[in-house]
């Protein structure tokens, strides 16, 4: 029987094609939005990089540095508003949220263009970490409730769409660039993607927010034979507080890894700039290739909980291996490992596990993850800029190395306590 909210979904997931494409967006622009924030430094973006002074070099990497204090305002607009919305989004339901969410990442697209200055431009990336609370707080619910036989794939396929964004947008900037255009029109193409979107959003149906999948079970309305049940009430300060801070290890493990593994390349292990693009392509191959095989894993073969484990172990030793021995070859392999292992869905599955231990207030829970997850959005900038200048780039790896396996650890735990609250159909109690 086809499922009535496919058209729903994807909606849902066109804003999280636009949302990848706004998460590197700001990057992405770099020399344009510093000299449109440092107008007196504009002019030094004109001159070829082998004719800059030293002093002017200088100028240069603190203009850029201001884009990267503008990006911080993301973090911070995420943690502003993420509990508050999901929990407004169990009372009110998902689709105003989902709608509000584009409009607001709107403001924050087309604020960023004609910001003057640094100060403003963070207000506006304040509004943009606000609208990716709102959209969290409404989507990642809605596609559970929507999907209740698979709801780690229909989570995961979000990183999909993130994932398609990022591909897409630098084809895009490079057709603007190849005709000498104006730099906004990729602010803008993003503009109308959403505002499109918001309105084929307000005539779709969505699923009853306020009825459980044991509840669906007894009415008749769907039958989730997969389904697992808790035998005894979930401990939030056990396997509460471990999601918690999986929330802050694995966000922070892949922005790690997507912020600095390019300028890794050439600077630790001394690859050419296309060298350098190719291992961070090969992360973003990485990527793409483990949304779609993992969302079948977990759809029939293995149940969110135990990749949550795998995964990060995996990121743990391929950080650990580019520490020991970073050559050309092993960023290129480490790019897509990374990509497969931290940046393909843990945080979204993470998640999915969580709903399940807590399955009352889905909004409250998405709250509470992404709340931590926000946290590493605003300190890992901080933490890349301190360890490189401080210790050496080599080093950022090691710290992401202690990250990752953190979580490994704190999966492990919530992990042993799945198997010991559940109850299992028969046929997927080995899983």
């Known amino acids: 029987m086809k499922n009535r909210y496919l058209g729903t979904s994807i909606c849902l997931y066109m804003n999280y094609f636009v949302h990848g494409m706004g998460a590197i967006i700001l990057g ?16 030094l973006f004109s001159i070829a ?28 607009g995420r943690l502003l508003v993420l509990f508050v919305m999901g929990t407004l989004s169990d009372k009110f339901g998902r689709k105003p ?17 004609v910001s003057p200055s640094v100060q403003i431009a963070f207000m506006f990336a304040v509004l943009g970490g606000i609208a990716n609370s709102t959209l969290d707080a409404g989507t990642y619910p809605a596609l559970m409730e929507a999907f209740p036989k698979s709801p780690g794939s229909a989570s995961i396929l979000t990183k ?39 309105i084929v959003v307000l005539k779709m149906p969505f699923p009853n927010h306020k009825i459980t999948p044991e509840q669906e079970e007894k009415s008749g309305d769907t039958v989730v034979k997969d389904t697992p049940f808790l035998k005894e009430k979930a401990n939030f300060w056990i396997e509460g507080l471990c999601f918690i801070v999986i929330g802050f290890t694995s966000t922070a493990t892949f922005y790690l890894v997507s912020s600095c593994l390019k300028d890794f390349s050439q600077t630790v292990a001394g690859m050419d700039s296309a060298g350098a693009v190719q291992a961070f392509s090969s992360y ?3 990527t793409l290739a ?37 050559t050309p070859t092993m960023c290129i392999v480490g790019g897509f490992v990374l990509g497969f292992t931290a940046a ?13 231990f807590f399955p009352s207030g889905k909004g409250k829970v998405l709250g509470i993850f992404f709340t931590s997850s926000s946290v590493a959005t605003a300190v890992i900038p901080f933490l890349i800029g301190w360890v490189s200048t401080n210790l050496g780039l080599r080093y950022v790896m090691l710290t992401d190395a202690f990250i990752a396996g953190l ?25």
């Open 97 to 113: 949220f989902i709608i509000l969410g584009g409009l607001f990442y709107i403001g924050f697209l087309l604020g960023i263009l």
């Open 290 to 326: 483990s949304v779609f095989l993992t969302s079948i894993l977990v759809k029939s073969l293995v149940r969110p909980a135990y990749v949550v484990v795998i995964y990060p172990l995996l990121s743990t030793l391929m950080l650990i291996a580019l520490y020991l021995n970073p």
């Open 344 to 356: 393909g869905g843990v945080l979204q599955l993470a998640l999915t596990t969580m709903a399940e």
């Open 407 to 431: 979580g490994t650890l704190l999966a492990v735990i919530v992990l042993a306590r799945y198997r010991k609250i559940f109850s299992f159909p028969k046929k997927t109690a080995k899983a």
């Open 49 to 76: 990089k082998d004719a800059l002074t030293s002093e002017q070099s200088v100028l240069i990497g603190e203009a850029k540095q201001s884009v990267y204090n503008v990006m911080m305002g993301l973090g911070v």
């Open 284 to 286: 973003g191959i990485g």
């Open 28 to 43: 992405l622009n770099i020399d344009y939005l510093a000299a449109q924030f440092n107008p007196e430094l504009a002019y």
């Open 160 to 198: 999909a769409a993130i994932a398609a964004g990022q591909s897409v947008l630098p084809i895009i900037m490079g057709i603007i660039m190849a005709n000498q255009g104006y730099y906004g029109w990729s602010f803008v193409f993003c503009c109308v993607i959403l505002a499109l979107n918001a």
